[in-house]
T-cell receptor, first 115, second 114 residues
Framework: EPEVTQTPSHQVTQMGQEVILRCVPI?????FYWYRQILGQKVEFLVS????????KSEIFDDQFSVERPDGSNFTLKIRSTKLEDSAMYFC?????????????FGQGTRLTVV | AQSVAQPEDQVNVAEGNPLTVKCTYS??????LFWYVQYPNRGLQFLLK??????LVKGSYGFEAEFNKSQTSFHLKKPSALVSDSALYFC????????????FGAGTRLAVHP
């Protein structure tokens, strides 16, 4: 069964450093998303991406964050100058073309720890 | 503003008994409603969705959910709980065809006791 894969599963970084979280969405999907879940809190939307551009972003997704689809398979989230409060589980998700149901399929997540 | 409420932090049920996990929503327009389950140290797994049609939708692992427009609710149910159903359950809503962002509830922890 196709699945969304994320790497790494766990990333520890020092405050102020840049990190890149990587995702391989399901191959025929067209819509891509990043969400985050701070420990013990709800899952929050960060950004959606369609047709090689951001379609929507939350107020969390400020200039510190960027997304990219550098090739036909990968979808990345870059966090510049990380802060302690960026520590969270980051989930990538993808959903298929219109007519396939609209549900998003999530990866296993990357646990980011900023120290 | 759109929102999803899961009024119970935790639901406890004995194995073999029916379970209900509650969800209510507040959106403008027609909602697309979803349930996801999260096992420890795992991602979110899609369980079921409501887009249109029958108010009772069936999903994975024997779960079902009932859409009630007048009460703006989408409660998750299962006739007979299993210990392996113990996990964190999230209700979510999306608009405009389901391809927009998901707005999640805070989650409900389901504990099924032998």
């Amino acid at each position: 069964e196709p699945e969304v894969t994320q790497t790494p599963s766990h990333q520890v970084t020092q405050m102020g450093q840049e990190v890149i979280l990587r995702c391989v969405p399901i191959s025929n999907h067209l819509y891509f998303y990043w969400y985050r879940q701070i420990l013990g809190q709800k899952v929050e939307f960060l950004v959606s991406f369609y047709n090689n551009e951001i379609s929507e972003k939350s107020e969390i997704f400020d200039d510190q964050f960027s997304v990219e689809r550098p090739d036909g398979s990968n979808f990345t989230l870059k966090i510049r100058s990380t802060k302690l409060e960026d520590s969270a589980m980051y989930f990538c998700a993808s959903s298929g073309p219109p007519g396939t149901g609209g549900e998003a399929f999530f990866g296993q997540g990357t646990r980011l720890t900023v120290v | 503003a759109q929102s999803v409420a899961q009024p119970e932090d935790q639901v406890n049920v004995a194995e073999g008994n029916p379970l209900t996990v509650k969800c209510t929503y507040s959106v403008s327009g027609n909602p697309y409603l979803f349930w996801y389950v999260q096992y420890p140290n795992r991602g979110l797994q899609f369980l079921l969705k409501y887009i249109t049609g029958d108010n009772l939708v069936k999903g994975s692992y024997g779960f079902e959910a009932e859409f009630n427009k007048s009460q703006t609710s989408f409660h998750l149910k299962k006739p007979s709980a299993l210990v392996s159903d113990s996990a964190l359950y999230f209700c979510a809503v999306s608009l405009s065809g389901g391809y927009n962002k998901l707005i999640f509830g805070a989650g409900t922890r389901l504990a099924v006791h032998p």
